[in-house]
Each structure stands twice: as structure tokens, then as C-alpha cells.
């Protein structure tokens, strides 16, 4: 046989020999969520038994295995759903004041949780005039972190823009102010909106569309209580959490985006390797900062990304909770803050206890891919809804295929649910995209 | 087979979610055998398809946009792998004849090529692309495709104990 096609045979049944049903063990929970993103929180909760009963698979994790604030380690899982909910531009950028020197434009960035990175530009080039949008999270001992959406401006305009907003309910932060539960319309979310002098800051609150349950009392009253924030003097905004209630720190999931016409340039802050380019100048391209903490993500045209690699200037990192490099200029002591965080992360995860689980029926054939449903939650019942696209791979495909070829074998199956919510009973009646493919999921409380 | 890139291309209407659903698949397998990890090619699949979904107005206009998914996954997995400080040879799976794979030796040898011409030999033999495809898909230019193709077929003839 050629080496060619010897080549050619081997590569396919590589590809093919991967079977998502067998890495029942690579379930794991997202570690933090978008709000289009939050079906894969939910999964991640799951717990499964095929047939018999059998756990085949527990997916509430160690709590080692929880994402650690100031990890450098990727902490990205993803799921793609068809209709994310899109901000028409009717929000004023914010662009903060930056000096001009000598033909060079530099700024300090301010990031939520403390940290500073001081960066230069070339005058002429574009690099933030569609604004400055911080990105970060927090957790709260659940399995996965809830991520923000924040926007400069008042909460009811922000949320607004996701379609015309309703509050569902109104909190009081303990402080003289007032939390309210949005429900933009058509947007299948529900967030926590809190103000913060001039910044806006959505909590995703799970629910609807996106699959998840809600938050539970108790979360949701630790969240209105224990979030706060503020402008700083130059504008930029700056968050705290009362414990358990903690920001997140460095790594990958901290960043600060700057906007342009031409593309966009996020500024991970995160430690890392300085690196050259991951690839070619083309639609994305990344690199490590000479500091080792900038992870540099570019996405736009060749012209630009190619701009912002020979003009991007990074100078001073400053990360918030470290009090300077070791001797050797490595910031290794993070470590053993990290390691400390963990611990203390597992600490909270004890203090809050083990969730009521319930337990989910399912009957009917399951769009491994797409499933489209319908959601509403009232008076303690819910029927979840929306179209995704799943995955959180292999997280919820495996879920799913597992799922799917007990049905395909005629087995009974049913899921256990060990989530944060309330003690609801939730009927899932969800239609895949082909009418061929269909699922009928009941959870109810069994404890 | 064989369409450039970034030409009006076939699937004008089609949604992102009938785009992902047709496609996820298979780019996650071709990342699968060039990453080979399934974490990584899965993780790179999704944040690969979360960026196309941000910029589905433009990549669905590209004639062939899971193209521009393999790549940019690829991209990021590497990376990632930067970023994390792991060398790719730190999360290479090994293949054995456990996996079932007919010539394990041939999938041996091809792990233990670099990642960019790893890159080319699964474009070129698993997704069966043209040389003019693979350049388009990888940014690189057809001369560099032929010549990292030369050197990987070299290399693997040579672990193989093949004569070329």
C-alpha cells in the first residue's frame, strides 16, 4: 500500500475511533458561563443513570477540580446557540482619557478585580474608538462562575437592549439601594442588574430559554448583597464581592476588550508564555506579551491585526493580589495563592451544602445537536426552552449521546439533576430542529 | 472539494445553526487528529465556532467557512497550549493498537510530527483538500504546503522504513 493512503487509512480511523459515549469521564463542569452559553451550565450538573441505574457518569465536581481564580490555565468551554442575544448600538461607547506624546497614545487599564496593564499605541492607529468594555466574573461555590455583561450607562438601557425589559422582582442590597430581576423580552435570559456609579453590570441569572434553572434564593440573596462596585477616578470600573461571593482573578476569563472599526483587541490577563503570533495575520491571531501576563487576541483584517503586533506597546502589569515577582522576576508564589484559593473554594462549597436533586424522565427520540423548546417558570414549575446549538463538548454532546443511544437501545433513562435551584419540578418538552427528532424530559424532586 | 476560500459560496442562506450542526463534526475530528486530544480539539472547536458565530455576517459569506474554523481552532489550540506552557508533545495521545487503529505505527509516526506539518498531512489526506485548499485554509502559501508536505512524507517514510 502507498504511504499516501496508508497515511490517508490511519487519519480516518483516528478520527472515527472517537466515540463521545465512551468519555463519560471527560464530563466536567463549565467553568464560568456566558449567558449564551448557560445550557452548558445546566449540563453540567448533571448527573446520569442509563438503564439500570447504573451512575455512569457524576459531573458535580471535586473541589479540585473547580476553576481557580488566578488559574492560568484555559478556561474556556463553549456552547454555541443559535440566537445569542445581540446589544444594537444604541449605548455610547466608552473610551477613557489617554495621553498623546510625541505621536504615541498611552493609557493605564484598569481591570475589574484591581489589576492595571499600561499600554502605547501609534497615534494613528485606530485602537479603541467603538469604546473600552471590561470582561470578567465571579462565583459563588456553584459549579460554574457567572461571567458579566457590562456596558457604561444605566442598567435599564442596558438590559433594554436585549429587547424590551420587564422586572420581575426587586431586591434591597442591604445598603439603601435596589437589585432588580430583568426579563428582557425575547432574549430568553433573565439577568441581575446592578448600577454601579456610571457602569451597568448584567448577572446572568439562568432560567428560560437558555436551560438553566434560576438561581436559588439563598445564591441570589448573596449575589444582591455581596456585589459591589464603583468608578474609579479614571473611570474605569472596579468590583468587589463580599465572601462568599469572590471576582475573579487573573487568568484567562479576565480581560478588557478595546473596539475599533477595524477589529477588536482583547487583553487577557492571564499568566503566560511570551510568544510569537499563533498564526497568520488573518481574522484571529494571538500572542503572549514579553511581561508574561498579556495574552494579546486580535480578530479583524490582516492590515489591522499586523498594526496592532508592531504597535501595541505593553508596559507595566500590575496583578492585583500579587505583591511583585519573586527574586528570579517569575511570579511562582501565585501558585501557592492559587492552591490557597482552591482550598478555600472547597471550604465554601462545604459550607453551602449538598443540593436536593431531581430527577429527570426522558422518553422520545433526542436531537443530539439542536434542540429547539419553549420556557416559562411560574409558580414553582418550569418548561425550559429555546433553540441551541449545544455543546459544551464533550461535556453536553457526551451527555446527550449517552442519553441517546439508551433511548436507541429502548432502555429507560433518567437523569439526575444536582443543581442549585429551587425545589421545582421542571417539564422540558423539546423539539429538535428535524421532526424526526424529539424529547420529552420530566424532572422531578426525589429528596 | 477542492473550492478556494472566501468566494461567494453555496450556503448564502444557510444559519449559523445549520452551519454548525453539518459541520461541527467533522472539524472537530480533523482537529481531533491534528491536535490529537480530544479535550484541546474540542475545546478549539467550540471557541473556534463561538468566534464564527460573532462574525457570521462575514464568514458565511466565505465559500467554504469550516475552513476558517479549522484554522482559527487550530490557532487557538496552539495557542492555548502557549499560554498554558504546555508543549504540544506534552498532550500528544499516544496511539496503540488498543485504539483499534490498523497500522498504529503509521499513527505513531505521525504524532510525532511537528504540528504544522501534522497540519498540512490532515488537510491534505483526511479532509482530502487540495494543495490550493490547504494554503487558503492554513494562510500559507501552495509553495510551503508542497514543501511542508514533502518534508512530513519524507519523515514518515523514513520512521516507516519506506524507501521514497
Not at chain 1, 205 to 227: D, H
Not at chain 1, 305 to 329: H, K, M, N, Q, T
Request: hydrophobic share 40%.
Amino acid at each position: 500500500m502507498k504511504l499516501e493512503d496508508r497515511i490517508r487509512a490511519t487519519l480516518h480511523a483516528e478520527a472515527e475511533r472517537f466515540e463521545p459515549q465512551l468519555a463519560a469521564t471527560q464530563l466536567k463542569p463549565a467553568t464560568r458561563i456566558r449567558p449564551w452559553m448557560a445550557f452548558a451550565g445546566a449540563a453540567a450538573a448533571l448527573v446520569v443513570i442509563v438503564g439500570t441505574g447504573v451512575l455512569l457518569s457524576r459531573s458535580q465536581p471535586p473541589a479540585d477540580t473547580l476553576p481557580p481564580p488566578g488559574s492560568s490555565q484555559p478556561q474556556t468551554s463553549t456552547t454555541a446557540q443559535v440566537s445569542p442575544p445581540t446589544v444594537p448600538g444604541a449605548l455610547v461607547p466608552w473610551v477613557p482619557e489617554y495621553s498623546v506624546d510625541g505621536g504615541s497614545a498611552s493609557v493605564v487599564l484598569e481591570y475589574i478585580e484591581g489589576s492595571s496593564v499600561e499600554i502605547s499605541w501609534p497615534e494613528d492607529l485606530d485602537l479603541m474608538s467603538e469604546g473600552v468594555v471590561p470582561y470578567g466574573y465571579a462565583s459563588l461555590g456553584e459549579a460554574a462562575s457567572r461571567d458579566f455583561f457590562i456596558r457604561r450607562g444605566n442598567v435599564e438601557e442596558v438590559v433594554n437592549q436585549f429587547g424590551a425589559a420587564t422586572v420581575l422582582e426587586s431586591y434591597s442590597d442591604m445598603r439603601g439601594g435596589t437589585v432588580n430581576l430583568w426579563r428582557p423580552e425575547g432574549a430568553g435570559v433573565d439577568y441581575l442588574g446592578f448600577q454601579f456609579d456610571d457602569w451597568a453590570v448584567l448577572v446572568y441569572e439562568g432560567g428560560t430559554q437558555v436551560g438553566t434553572p434560576p438561581m436559588s434564593i439563598r445564591n441570589r440573596q448573596l449575589w444582591v448583597e455581596g456585589f459591589r462596585g464603583e468608578s474609579t477616578p479614571n473611570g474605569f470600573l472596579r468590583l468587589y464581592g463580599d465572601e462568599p461571593l469572590r471576582i475573579g482573578a487573573a487568568g484567562a476569563n479576565l480581560s478588557m476588550t478595546l473596539r475599533s472599526p477595524e477589529g477588536s483587541v482583547e487583553l487577557h490577563l492571564t499568566q503566560c508564555e511570551a510568544s510569537e503570533p499563533s498564526g497568520p495575520f488573518n481574522e484571529f491571531v494571538s500572542w503572549c506579551d514579553e511581561s508574561g501576563w498579556v495574552d494579546v487576541h486580535v480578530t479583524g483584517s490582516e492590515d489591522f491585526a499586523r498594526s496592532v503586533y508592531e504597535g501595541l506597546d505593553i508596559g507595566a502589569v500590575f496583578v492585583a493580589g500579587v505583591s511583585g515577582p519573586d527574586s528570579d522576576g517569575s511570579y511562582a508564589h501565585l501558585q501557592d495563592e492559587v492552591a490557597a484559593a482552591d482550598e478555600r473554594w472547597g471550604e465554601t462549597l462545604e459550607m453551602m451544602g449538598p443540593n436536593p436533586a431531581y430527577r429527570m424522565r426522558l422518553s422520545g427520540n433526542l436531537g443530539l445537536i439542536a434542540i429547539d423548546a419553549s420556557s416559562e417558570v411560574r409558580d414553582g414549575s418550569a418548561t425550559v426552552a429555546g433553540t441551541w446549538v449545544t455543546s459544551d463538548a464533550p461535556m453536553v454532546e457526551t451527555l446527550f449521546q449517552l442519553i441517546e443511544n439508551a433511548i436507541a437501545r429502548g432502555e429507560e433513562v433518567s437523569v439526575l439533576f444536582h443543581g442549585d435551584g429551587y425545589p421545582i419540578r421542571i417539564t422540558w418538552d423539546s423539539r429538535g430542529i428535524d421532526d424526526e427528532m424529539w424529547l420529552d424530559v420530566e424532572l422531578e424532586w426525589i429528596e | 472539494m477542492g473550492k478556494q476560500l472566501n468566494q461567494p459560496r453555496r450556503h448564502q442562506t444557510e444559519t449559523f445553526a445549520d452551519f454548525y450542526r453539518v459541520q461541527r463534526d467533522a472539524v472537530f475530528r480533523a482537529l481531533l487528529v491534528t491536535l490529537r486530544n480530544p479535550d484541546a480539539a474540542a475545546e478549539a472547536v467550540d471557541e473556534a465556532m463561538a468566534r464564527a458565530l460573532e462574525r457570521w455576517d462575514k464568514i458565511s459569506d466565505y465559500d467554504r467557512p469550516e475552513a476558517w474554523v479549522y484554522r482559527v481552532g487550530l490557532n487557538w489550540a496552539v495557542s492555548a497550549w502557549r499560554r498554558t506552557r504546555r508543549e504540544v508533545q506534552d498532550v500528544i495521545v499516544e496511539p496503540s493498537t488498543e485504539d483499534g487503529l490498523p497500522e498504529p505505527e503509521v499513527a505513531r509516526a505521525i504524532a510525532r510530527l511537528s504540528i504544522r506539518h501534522r497540519a498540512v498531512v490532515v488537510c491534505r489526506y483526511y479532509l482530502d483538500w487540495s494543495t490550493a485548499d490547504t494554503a487558503a485554509a492554513l494562510q500559507i502559501s501552495e509553495g510551503t504546503v508542497k514543501s511542508r508536505l514533502s518534508r512530513a512524507l519524507k519523515k514518515l517514510a523514513t520512521e516507516l522504513g519506506e524507501d521514497r
